[in-house]
């Protein structure tokens, strides 16, 4: 084991401070998800800092940033990129899109229609985009960082289950606390304008090729034995829930495992505690579990069901 993954994960976390004030258990799960390879889902209000802090993300690890406005009219084309001919050589030339980056913010996802975000499902699960039946590797660093509104919000379309499921984690951006909010307004007070990163000064921490390695020595480290049936036995008592009509599929299993692996990591531990694994159950499944009718009309929400699943899931000694 070395400190790398730590090392990095401490000082991502106190440059992002200098822009994003609070949000504390927010940057945790974005930074785990990013250090564990897996793509992230963040919902919040307009006005939230979502856009902000993958913002300071990408530029702490100075890796080849992309970003997607999502909106009605986009085409997935617009995504993906397109094949232009070149009338010198007489014929096509692949002109990839804005997917072509190692970490891609697409802003307002779910303000595109269905067919539009369907088109960042191959890339985030095959790592790869085919145009014109000819497939175009993406970078070993690739993750997808979606933002998007709650769904309640006029303009804005559910995404698709099947996409839901390539996210690692769902994570959910509340309002500041009143001492956070007077933080803000005090940055602006110093006539700082947010938007301009430039002017907080923020550090690289790593490039590319760190942030490879430490992906790839968290995907390296094993669990011990008996955490695995106890991963199985949390995500088949989803399915089995009486307020639940799909529970979690195999994939969420894996993708707690990959998680907890990463926050061991990221807290200097080489070994996964049952307290990592539920510290990320809840970003990890509260967007893979579909409620029955009634059960939402009662006003239940996936977080309590995944509570209650914890709560009686006897834990490994």
């Known amino acids: 084991m070395t400190d790398l993954a730590p090392r990095l994960f401490e000082e991502a976390r106190r440059e992002i401070a200098k822009v994003v004030v609070g949000q504390d258990d927010v940057v945790e799960q974005v930074l785990v998800c990013l250090f564990a390879g897996g793509h992230v889902l963040i919902e919040g209000t307009p006005g939230t800092a979502k856009t902000l802090l993958i913002r300071a993300v990408a530029r702490v690890f100075n890796c080849v940033f992309k970003r997607i406005q999502f909106t009605p009219d986009l085409m997935p084309a617009d995504i993906t990129g397109t094949n232009i001919f070149d009338p010198r050589q007489q014929e096509f030339q692949f002109r990839p899109g804005p997917v072509f980056g190692q970490l891609v913010l697409g802003d307002e996802i779910n303000r595109a229609p269905a067919k539009t975000q369907a088109a960042l499902l191959e890339a985030m699960q ?150 990592d694994i539920k510290a990320v159950a809840r970003p990890v499944l509260r967007h893979r579990i579909l409620l029955k009718p009634g059960a939402e009309i009662d006003g239940f929400r996936p977080e309590e069901v995944i509570d209650g699943v914890l709560a009686q899931t006897e834990v490994p000694r």
């Open 126 to 275: 095959e790592r790869q985009v085919t145009v014109d039946g000819v497939s175009h590797p993406l970078p070993e660093v690739f993750t997808v960082f979606a933002t998007q509104n709650p769904i309640e919000q006029e303009g804005t379309y559910p995404l698709p289950e099947a996409q839901l499921d390539r996210f690692m984690m769902k994570v959910l951006v509340n309002y500041p606390t009143e001492d956070q909010e007077a933080g803000i307004l005090r940055v602006h007070q110093q006539g700082i304008r947010i938007e301009d990163l430039s002017r907080f000064e923020l550090q690289t921490v790593a490039g590319a090729a760190e942030l490879l390695q430490a992906q790839e020595e968290i995907r390296q480290r094993t669990v011990r034995e008996e955490l695995l049936p106890y991963i199985a036995r949390i995500i088949r008592a989803t399915r089995s829930n009486l307020r639940v009509e799909f529970g979690a599929s195999p994939r969420a299993g894996v993708m707690i495992l990959t998680a907890a692996k990463a926050r061991a990591a990221l807290q200097g531990r080489g070994h996964v505690l049952p307290d």
